[in-house]
T-cell receptor, first 108, second 115 residues
Framework: KNEVEQSPQNLTAQEGEFITINCSYSVGISALHWLQQHPGGGIVSLFMLSSGKKKHGRLIATINIQEKHSSLHITASHPRDSAVYICAVRAAGNKLTFGGGTRVLVKP | DSGVTQTPKHLITATGQRVTLRCSPRSGDLSVYWYQQSLDQGLQFLIQYYNGEERAKGNILERFSAQQFPDLHSELNLSSLELGDSALYFC??????????????FGPGTRLTVL
């Protein structure tokens, strides 16, 4: 079992729909990051979380340290949100582990 | 544009060869990270340098090495290349020293194909 699991692996939504991507991890962590990888390959860091909730525009990220779970929500999804979303955790001993990614397609 | 530059954009080489990938961080960033993204392994952290010194090591093979120069640019050297080394190699930079302590700014990547 991977230390970081993302679900779903693939997601298709209609423009305007609310999207949720989940990330579960099995180790104690000091921080969790959400990344967005565009179809062209470029990677953008979206959020860094160690507790609670963060919001940026239509994106919301939450983390529950006790349940070892984080979610990334996209409200009012748009075709430009089509990308692969990757969560990554920083664990003890400076270990950095990435999830396998969730491929999101938003149709107009 | 993240402000991080990587060269070359594409690289095609043969097994057994050695290549060097280059990264220039964002102005003012002292930390440089290297990552490998392959189809079967996904994204993997290789190594971090801060102000010229190695700070953290991930899944970097012994055939791979990196360094960060006084002007803060970094190079990743890959030697005795194998077919399985074919991947996208990303560099990222951030201002602080701690591993993933703050936002990472990613470069556009170098696509390496080993034939």
């Amino acid at each position: 079992k991977n230390e970081v699991e993302q679900s779903p692996q693939n997601l298709t939504a209609q423009e305007g729909e609310f999207i949720t991507i989940n990330c579960s991890y099995s180790v104690g962590i000091s921080a969790l990051h959400w990344l967005q990888q565009h179809p062209g390959g470029g990677i953008v860091s979206l959020f860094m979380l160690s507790s609670g909730k963060k919001k940026h525009g239509r994106l919301i990220a939450t983390i529950n340290i006790q349940e070892k779970h984080s979610s990334l929500h996209i409200t009012a999804s748009h075709p430009r949100d089509s990308a692969v979303y990757i969560c990554a955790v920083r664990a003890a001993g400076n270990k950095l582990t990435f999830g396998g990614g969730t491929r999101v397609l938003v149709k107009p | 544009d993240s402000g991080v530059t990587q060269t070359p954009k594409h690289l095609i080489t043969a097994t057994g060869q050695r290549v060097t990938l280059r990264c220039s961080p964002r102005s003012g960033d002292l930390s440089v990270y290297w990552y490998q993204q392959s189809l079967d392994q996904g994204l993997q952290f290789l190594i971090q340098y801060y102000n010229g010194e190695e700070r953290a090591k991930g899944n970097i093979l012994e055939r791979f090495s990196a360094q960060q120069f006084p002007d803060l640019h970094s190079e990743l050297n890959l030697s005795s290349l194998e077919l399985g080394d074919s991947a996208l190699y990303f560099c990222a930079s951030s201002p602080r020293t701690g591993l993933w302590e703050d936002t990472q700014y990613f470069g556009p990547g170098t696509r390496l194909t080993v034939l």
